[in-house]
């Protein structure tokens, strides 16, 4: 059975870091594209950013220049390097993945048929 676990999260204040990890089991993740998702209370699950079997990558502009995906093959991990971190980055943070994701849905939630269980991050002072 394929799982995708995420950990890394945790409580940081306002311009702190945190690298969120992805692994999954039961699957090689080079064949998948691979995306980090955020939701917060009361508010829908919002794209993050992406990273696609090609290297393509994309990213929300409210972390564009801020976040970094990427991925360890190898390890079959991807990550998630959050800097700047603002008190709206306060989240619960999902790992998605699917085989076939086309470049202009890659930020939609709908085109990922495998999540995991989450991990919290929360920024405040």
């Known amino acids: 059975q394929v799982q995708l676990t995420e950990s890394g999260g945790g409580s940081v204040p306002p311009g702190g870091s945190l690298t969120l990890s992805c692994v999954v089991s039961?699957?090689?993740?080079?064949?998948?594209?691979v995306g980090w998702f955020r939701q917060a209370p009361g508010k829908e699950r919002e794209g993050v950013a992406t990273i696609n079997v090609d290297n393509y990558v994309k990213y929300a502009d409210s972390v564009w220049g801020r976040f970094t995906i990427s991925k360890d093959n190898a390890e079959n991990t991807r990550y998630l390097q959050m800097n700047s971190l603002k008190p709206e980055d306060t989240a619960m943070y999902y790992c998605?993945?699917?085989?076939?994701?086309?470049?202009?849905?890659?930020?939609?939630?709908?085109?990922?048929?495998?999540w995991g269980q989450g991990t919290q991050v929360t920024v405040s002072s």
């Open positions: 998605a993945a699917d085989r076939l994701v086309r470049r202009w849905r890659v930020l939609e939630k709908a085109a990922y048929g495998l």
């Open positions: 039961g699957h090689t993740f080079s064949e998948v594209c």
